[in-house]
């Protein structure tokens, strides 16, 4: 299976804090994307990483990817009570496959 | 800015029921998938339409369910028969070619009594 793992399962933090999500997936992808969940709501997409990049920025969030290591993290800056939501990761395998997605980070912004 | 948009966005049913959930995917799109969450769990693939057949399908996705494209707007999910555990949100999506990236509905809430 490519499904992306997330770690932490939850994570709870103060306002202005960041917040660190990793995931970990098993087969060679295209590329890997970051999406968040409000509770009740659809996914939004956040962020889109090629296999052949290692960093990407976008406003205050900042993806790693290491595909030697099969993993990604993203990262939130100075985070806000409005970034509370579920966070997952989904791998684009390599080929015309669906999106597989992991089990998601819970994140907790207390202001 | 275009999205795409579920309806109903709740349906209660009984146990043995028929049941379509209705998507318009994003125009120009040309992949269309739909996903479903059980309360608290992760985000599960079902199926995907491409060109109007079904590219990929999940082993959720038994005989039980259907997709269609009835006319050029419209993507449907039919569960034939509902059972309990079909109680779950269930998303559609549509892909942009350019990026990759999914657009999401806001879901559709089965529940099965």
């Known amino acids: 299976s490519q499904q992306g793992e997330e770690d932490p399962q939850a994570l709870s933090i103060q306002e202005g804090e960041n917040a660190t999500m990793n995931c970990s997936y098993k087969?060679?992808?295209?590329?890997l994307q970051w999406y968040r969940q409000n509770s009740g709501r659809g996914l939004v997409h956040l962020i889109l990483?090629?296999?052949?990049?290692r960093e990407k920025h976008s406003g205050r969030l900042r993806v790693t990817l290491d595909t030697s290591k099969k993993s990604s993290s993203l990262l939130i800056t100075a985070s806000r009570a409005a970034d509370t939501a579920s966070y997952f990761c989904?791998?684009?395998?390599?080929?015309?496959?669906?999106?597989?997605f992991g089990k998601g980070t819970r994140l907790s912004v207390i202001a | 800015e275009p999205e795409v948009t579920q309806t109903p966005s709740h349906q209660v049913t009984q146990m043995g029921q028929e049941v379509i959930l209705r998507c318009v995917p994003i125009?120009?799109?040309?992949?269309f998938y739909w996903y479903r969450q059980i309360l608290g769990q992760k985000v599960e693939f079902l199926v995907s339409?491409?060109?109007?057949?079904?590219?990929?399908k999940s082993e959720i996705f038994d005989d039980q369910f259907s997709v269609e494209r009835p006319d050029g707007s419209n993507f449907t999910l039919k569960i034939r028969s509902t059972k309990l555990e079909d109680s779950a949100m269930y998303f559609c999506?549509?892909?942009?070619?350019?990026?990759?990236?999914?657009?999401f509905g806001e879901g559709s809430r089965l529940t099965v009594l």
């Open positions: 990483i090629r296999s052949n990049e």
């Open positions: 999506a549509s892909r942009s070619e350019s990026t990759g990236e999914l657009f």
């Open positions: 989904a791998t684009d395998a390599e080929g015309n496959t669906p999106l597989v």
């Open positions: 125009s120009n799109h040309l992949y």
């Open positions: 087969t060679s992808i295209n590329n």
């Open positions: 339409f491409y060109n109007n057949e079904i590219s990929e």
